[in-house]
């Protein structure tokens, strides 16, 4: 098998899956009761959630756990709105946005809420000048993501967060869920940020929301006091261990293994931009471990499937997102729908070893010939 979509989901780490098993067996205590068990269970939670809020250069305080990158980005959103509806109800993205953005945001256009997207430049990054023209007194949430989902296009966050600062009453939200563990990203002026550990070799089932202190927010499940207010519901425990276990390993030798990725991609466009109705996708902001190409006139589930007999897996659009439409993302990066409506996206890992590129490349070359009637 040549696993090539880690940008959906990763593997699970050995060591983080052990600490997973360690925490099950050790702490059976529930976190919030009373007794020695809980009492336990609890501290090891609190040095779990220390790990994360220094590796992100975040306070304890901050962290609030939840089930998935997508349930915190629509208590951002949601919460947000809810909370500080009286200062406005315009909102400003981009086109770029995952589908557990898109979501939220669209639901509440549905109930009375304005939403602009900025314009991009040629690479797809925010025009910055397009967003401070967007920007307006009744402007309460600014989201946009660290890097997409599709084509790995790195935003300008700290410069995005310049602008908004100039507008005390708006709050910026990051979804960083295809950054964290990939790139180092200064998020200090950043007021909520959305991950999750299952794309850093971590478990699925965790996620995190860093909430900035000073902010307040209405959460989406209620019934109780948990690690915070702001989520009820009994603490996973061993997700958490082990979610702060994988993002200390992610960050370890991040620039290292960041570099390594870089080549093993470079190495792929340079024999992929070959084949006469191949178009790369992603640019030169786009991080290494996301490429994103079309295939003209060939559909992508077509030649998904077409690897997919090879033991060959990579993926269309992000995960979540319909196959049955064209690349939101790709069409803005493009301005062109033939290259939106036959996207793939190739997504690696340092884990990628040169002999599963070399396969892939072998496989992809059968394929191609074979979709196209080339010989």
């Keep these: 098998m040549i696993y090539l979509d880690y940008s959906a989901t990763t593997p699970v780490c050995d060591e983080v899956l052990e600490s997973f098993i360690t925490a099950c067996k050790k702490y059976p205590g529930n976190p919030n009761s009373l007794h020695r068990l809980g009492v336990e269970a609890n501290e090891i939670i609190n040095k779990s959630t220390k790990q994360i809020a220094e590796l992100m250069?975040?306070?304890?305080?901050?962290?609030?756990?939840?089930?998935?990158a997508s349930e915190s980005n629509n208590m951002a959103i949601k919460g947000i709105v809810d909370k500080y509806k009286n200062r406005g109800k315009h909102i400003i993205t981009t086109s770029l946005?995952?589908?557990?953005?898109?979501?939220?945001?669209?639901?509440?256009?549905?109930?009375?809420?304005?939403?602009?997207?900025?314009?991009?430049?040629?690479f797809g990054r925010v025009n910055l000048e397009s967003l401070k023209d967007l920007m307006r007194e009744d402007t309460v949430l600014v989201s946009i993501n660290s890097v997409s989902s599709e084509v790995g296009i790195l935003q300008p966050i700290e410069d995005i967060a310049n602008v908004i600062s100039k507008y005390p009453k708006c709050f910026f939200h990051v979804d960083a869920t295809q950054a964290v563990g990939k790139v180092n990203i200064d998020y200090k002026k950043v007021d909520l940020i959305s991950f999750t550990a299952h794309?850093?070799?971590?478990?699925?089932?965790?996620?995190?929301?860093?909430?900035?202190?000073?902010?307040?927010?209405?959460?989406?499940?209620?019934?109780?006091?948990?690690?915070?207010?702001?989520?009820?519901?009994?603490?996973?425990?061993?997700?958490?261990v082990s979610m702060a276990k994988a993002l200390r390993l992610a960050l370890t030798d991040l620039d290292k293994k960041y570099k390594d990725v870089e080549k093993k991609n470079k190495y792929l466009q340079d024999k992929l931009v070959k084949y006469e109705r191949v178009r790369i996708n992603s640019n030169k902001y786009s991080v290494p471990h996301i490429l994103n190409i079309s295939i003209l006139g060939i559909k992508p589930e077509t030649m998904l499937h077409a690897l997919e007999e090879s033991d060959i897996f990579i993926s269309t659009q992000s995960a979540c997102s319909s196959s049955k439409t064209e690349s939101k993302a790709v069409l803005a990066v493009s301005n062109d729908k033939e290259r939106a409506l036959s996207s793939i996206r190739i997504s690696l890992s340092y884990l990628t070893t040169e002999s599963e590129l070399e396969q892939f490349l072998e496989v992809f070359d059968k394929c191609y010939k074979k979709l196209t009637n080339l010989k």
């Design 57 to 68: 250069m975040a306070k304890e305080s901050e962290i609030i756990y939840t089930s998935c």
């Design 199 to 240: 794309k850093f070799y971590g478990l699925k089932g965790i996620g995190v929301l860093i909430k900035r202190d000073k902010i307040e927010l209405e959460g989406l499940i209620h019934g109780g006091h948990s690690t915070t207010k702001y989520r009820s519901g009994t603490p996973a425990l061993p997700l958490i």
């Design 97 to 122: 946005e995952h589908a557990s953005i898109f979501g939220p945001i669209t639901y509440l256009t549905d109930n009375g809420f304005e939403v602009s997207f900025v314009d991009l430049d040629e």
